[in-house]
């Protein structure tokens, strides 16, 4: 059974830092994408940031409205994928998820793509 589970969530004032993890179990990890998706009240769930699989290249993508503030890694051994967001705005208030697919590089930004998710964690920013 796969598994996707979110942490470090929470509430951080207008340009501070915070750091989400992403643990995952019952897939095999090095075969996979990671994701960071986010949803905020009444907008479409957006993508963030992916780390690609190893077999594809490995590199890293971000959103152009989160690029040069957060980074998205991963750790391989411990299964788990990491996104440190810093100087963070109010836009960046929504429930953070993460999610894992085997799509084409091309398609890896699509939500469509990704088959299994996490519950999500609440990210605030707020004075």
């Known amino acids: 059974q796969v598994q996707l589970a979110e942490s470090g969530g929470g509430l951080v004032q207008p340009g501070g830092s915070l750091s989400l993890s992403c643990a995952a179990s019952?897939?095999?990890?090095?075969?996979?994408?990671i994701a960071w998706f986010r949803q905020a009240p009444g907008k479409e769930r957006e993508f963030v940031a992916v780390?690609?699989?190893?077999?594809?290249?490995?590199?890293?993508y971000y959103a152009d409205s989160v690029k040069g503030r957060f980074t998205v890694s991963r750790d391989n051994g411990k299964r788990m994928v990491f996104l440190q967001m810093n100087s963070l705005q109010p836009d960046d208030t929504a429930v953070y998820y993460c999610?894992?697919?085997?799509?084409?590089?091309?398609?890896?930004?699509?939500?469509?793509?990704?088959?299994?998710w996490g519950q999500g964690t609440q990210v605030t920013v707020s004075s």
């Open positions: 999610a894992s697919s085997q799509a084409a590089l091309s398609a890896i930004r699509q939500t469509t793509m990704y088959y299994y």
């Open positions: 780390t690609a699989r190893p077999g594809s290249g490995g590199a890293n």
């Open positions: 019952g897939l095999t990890f090095l075969n996979y994408h």
